[in-house]
């Protein structure tokens, strides 16, 4: 596995956590409050900070191209894009689209 390819491995591996995290709110809160009987908040709590935690993990990936996080910008984030917020590189991309210096920076 070459640098590039465990790379977009990384990216995929932080996006599968996010959205794990996101999907599993509801039956966690369900058998946070029905099976085990312990107060609402507490699993909504802890289901929140499940969710913090990989939202942030998953914001903080750099893009192979440009460095700069990829699915965040200073504004505002996009966790359903496939294209990095400044370069426009799409996910997956191959080493060779990664190396290529003919791309423009969006406005930063
Ligand atoms: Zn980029």
């Known amino acids: 596995m070459n640098a590039v390819t465990a790379h977009w491995q990384q990216y995929r591996t932080r996006k599968v956590l996010f959205w794990s995290a996101v999907l599993a709110f509801i039956p966690i809160m369900i058998t946070w409050e029905v099976a085990l009987e312990w107060p609402a908040y507490g699993g909504f709590a802890f289901t929140l900070l499940l969710v913090i935690a990989s939202a942030s993990y998953y914001a903080k990936f750099k893009c192979p191209r440009c460095g700069r ?14 294209k990095c917020l400044h370069c426009g590189l ?16 969006k406005e930063r």
Request: aromatic residues 10%; charged residues 10%.
């Open 90 to 105: 799409n996910a997956h991309a191959h080493p060779d689209e990664i190396q290529s210096q003919n791309y423009s920076l």
């Open 69 to 82: 996080n990829y699915i965040l910008r200073t504004a505002y984030g996009n966790v359903l894009t496939s």
